[in-house]
């Protein structure tokens, strides 16, 4: 969506918070009384969001509010496919009211990353400002800035919902996530619809989903239920691959079940079971596009798991989108 001559990429809507600041909604506002209290959480906060826009001349200056009180809130600069200098490329947002002041790209430098770099996925001259999982609200963005053009950016999508794991939790740095990583491999822009700890595949949130544009998807199922009983995961995920896939019949949808976590290592059996039903699901349903991927197939063992034997370390988030990017690669040259 444009927000005052700029994109906030990532944010299906704003809503003003009452102190001159907007609150972001990742999905649709009239989603989040079908969500969890967690989910409700998840959709107004930084998962996935970018402010991109064109700098012509002088300084932009972007007000944000950091709605921790207890820490600085980090964006990373980028122009473009290029991440800044190590002296700007963290841009802090102390707790409160914050006004970041950023410059823009030279023509030498733009003229020259694209001669070093001529199919880079992002043009230079776009300035992304990525936002660090956390909680944020814009209040303004200032200077001689236009949205970016739409060549700009790449024309494909890809659309991720999922878990933590898919939000980027432990992958330490925005740009880091698997979903980041995965969209580079495929030459595509992204759409990040982590829910960390809230990924319970609601209908409405199908519904919501298959509303959306995208030239791939991933669905990540399973980690944030086990607790579930089978069925009802069995009703979820056959009504959401169902209806993304249905909504999108030219499209490749990637079905993933758990990945490798704490219940293999002590081998409690549910996610071996819910891996399972999604198998079956998914062969059942017999859908041309759907393609199933068995998580250990993409994260194999805890070699890729950080301390909670849960979320993967940046190692594992390494491992995860290599292995993804030659699955969905080698389903989609079929």
Same mark, same amino acid.
């Given at each position: 969506?444009? $927000?005052?001559?700029?994109?906030l990429?990532?944010v299906?809507? =704003?809503?003003?918070a ?10 649709a @506002? ?11 959480d998840?959709n107004?906060? #930084?998962?996935? &969001?970018?402010?991109? $826009? ?5 300084? #932009?200056?972007?007000? !944000? ?5 207890d820490?600085?809130?980090?964006l ?13 490329v ?8 914050h ?12 003229a020259a990353v /694209? /001669?070093?770099? %001529?199919?880079?996925?992002?043009a ?11 909680? +944020?609200?814009?209040v ?12 700009? #950016?790449?024309a ?7 878990s933590s794991?898919?939000?980027g ?9 698997? *979903? *980041?990583r995965?969209?580079?491999a495929?030459?595509?822009?992204y ?8 990924c ?7 519904d919501? =989903? ?8 991933t669905l ?7 607790g579930?009983?089978p @069925?009802?995961?069995?009703?979820? &995920?056959?009504? =959401? *691959? ?6 999108? %019949? ?9 990945f490798?976590?704490d ?6 059996g549910? +996610? +071996?079971?819910y891996?399972?039903?999604l198998?079956?699901?998914?062969s059942? =349903? ?11 197939? *993409?994260?194999?063992d ?7 034997l849960?979320?993967p370390?940046?190692?594992?988030v ?5 292995? !993804?990017?030659?699955i969905?690669? #080698?389903?989609?040259?079929r």
């Amino acid at each position: 969506m444009i $927000f005052q001559n700029a994109e906030l990429h990532g944010v299906t809507e =704003l809503s003003p918070a009452g102190d001159g600041s907007f609150r972001f909604h990742r999905a649709a @506002a009239a989603l989040e009384p079908s969500l969890s209290e967690g989910g409700r959480d998840m959709n107004t906060a #930084a998962t996935g &969001v970018e402010l991109r $826009f064109v700098l012509h001349s002088g300084k #932009a200056r972007v007000t !944000l509010v950091n709605e921790r009180s207890d820490m600085p809130l980090m964006l990373m600069l980028y122009y473009g496919s290029v991440m800044a200098g190590w002296q700007s490329v963290r841009q802090y947002v102390e707790p409160g009211r914050h006004t970041l002041e950023i410059d823009a790209p030279s023509a030498d430098f733009c003229a020259a990353v /694209r /001669r070093g770099w %001529p199919d880079m996925r992002y043009a230079p001259e776009m300035v992304r400002l990525v936002f660090q999982v956390g909680r +944020a609200r814009i209040v303004s963005v200032e200077g001689d800035v236009t949205p970016p053009a739409p060549d700009m #950016a790449p024309a494909r999508t890809l659309l991720c919902y999922g878990s933590s794991i898919t939000h980027g939790s432990l992958s330490i740095l925005p740009t880091n996530s698997y *979903v *980041v990583r995965v969209a580079e491999a495929l030459g595509m822009d992204y759409r990040n619809c982590g829910y960390a700890g809230n990924c319970r595949m609601e209908p409405e949130m199908a519904d919501y =989903l298959a509303q959306q544009p995208f030239d791939a998807c991933t669905l990540e199922m399973g980690v944030n239920v086990l607790g579930m009983d089978p @069925a009802e995961y069995e009703r979820r &995920v056959r009504y =959401l *691959v169902r209806r993304v896939a249905e909504s999108h %019949p030219d499209k490749p949808v990637f079905a993933i079940d758990v990945f490798y976590c704490d219940d293999d290592l002590f081998g409690r059996g549910r +996610a +071996a079971r819910y891996r399972a039903i999604l198998a079956r699901v998914t062969s059942e =349903l017999a859908l041309p596009n759907v393609h199933y991927v068995n998580g250990l197939r *993409v994260l194999p063992d805890a070699r890729g798991l950080s301390g909670d034997l849960v979320h993967p370390s940046v190692r594992g988030v390494e491992t995860l989108a290599a292995n !993804l990017s030659a699955i969905m690669k #080698a389903e989609m040259s079929r």
